[in-house]
Every structure is written in structure tokens, then in C-alpha cells.
């Protein structure tokens, strides 16, 4: 268990699709681009089975901000892409309307 104080450190916005490919080493890794308002952010994601690379873009999507950033297949990933699984079926959380990139999530 975490405190609310804990839980209130985590910084989750909303990020929209520019730009996405498959890594060609990994079938399940999506180098991602995404713009979070006031910046632009180089995401590595473990979505490649559930996702084509060509669907993702434009789709908003809520992501961890303030991780530090980590070094996945030589590639520097600067957040985490919160999704959801149940039975192997992966869904990436979206909002159910369009809203700013960068919004924070309270």
C-alpha cells in the first residue's frame, strides 16, 4: 500500500500519437513519439503485439511523466504508456473525450 502523498508524486498526463514504429529486434517493442504540450517525448512501449505502429497515431493516450528515463534496446524511453490486460488482451487508457495534450490527470 501507498499513502495519498505517495500516490499524489506520480505525475500522469495526457500525450498524443505523433509518430510510432515497431522496433525491428522485438516484436512486442513500439518506439513511440508523443507531444505533451509544452514538450515532445521519445516513449518505448511493450504494446507491439496488441497494436500496429500505423493505428496509434493521433490516439491519445495517458502516460507516466515523471519517470527517470530508461534505456530500453539502446533507445532512451522518457515515460511509461499506461494500458490495461486481462486474458493477454492489452488496452491502452484513453480518454472517452478529446482533451489538450499535457493535461494533467486529478
Known sequence: MISIAEFRNVELKIAKIIFAERLEASDKLIRLEVDLGSEKRQIIAGIGKAYDPEHLIGKEIVVVANLEPRILMGL?????????????????????????????IQ
Open 76 to 104: 532512451e524511453s522518457q515515460g511509461m504508456v499506461l494500458a490495461a490486460s486481462s486474458s493477454g488482451v492489452i488496452s491502452l487508457l484513453t480518454p472517452d473525450q478529446e482533451i489538450e495534450s499535457g493535461s494533467l
